[in-house]
């Protein structure tokens, strides 16, 4: 029912910027959350930011909340997460997914997926390094 994919990774230095991209494909008609989820390497999958469908309320981790902005387009189904300031622990593979909204609201860092997301997309790797 879901496909997504995202892009934008690679390697920065401290203190630039990235902007990544996730692209979601579903036939799925009703409103959605989105979230974006980081790996840091052997670690837990740990939520970042989401944002709602209709008023796009946008939340933030606090790790990440005054550095990074996430928009959606809802036409084109993209959204972007913009990222500036980075520091080397923001080095990880980056994943979006449709997310339970009552979660992206209530805390960002526990959120999980829709229950009818199984899958989870490729990722794209962000490396924070001098």
């Known amino acids: 029912q879901w496909h997504v994919v995202e892009s934008g990774g690679g390697l920065e230095q401290p203190g630039g910027s990235l902007t990544l991209s996730c692209t979601i494909s579903?036939?799925?008609?009703?409103?959605?959350?989105i979230g974006w989820f980081h790996q840091a390497p052997g670690q837990e999958r740990e939520g970042i930011s989401c944002?709602?469908?209709?008023?796009?309320?946008?939340y933030y981790s606090d790790s990440v909340k005054g550095r990074f902005t996430m928009s959606r387009d809802n036409v084109t189904n993209v959204v972007t997460l913009q990222m500036t300031n980075l520091k080397p622990q923001d080095t990880g593979t980056y994943y979006c997914a449709p997310v339970r909204s009552i979660l992206c609201i209530a805390n960002v860092q526990t959120m999980t997926r829709r229950p009818d997301v199984d899958t989870w997309g490729q990722g794209t790797q962000v490396t924070v390094s001098s």
């Open positions: 579903t036939f799925i008609k009703e409103d959605y959350s």
């Open positions: 944002i709602t469908s209709g008023d796009r309320k946008t």
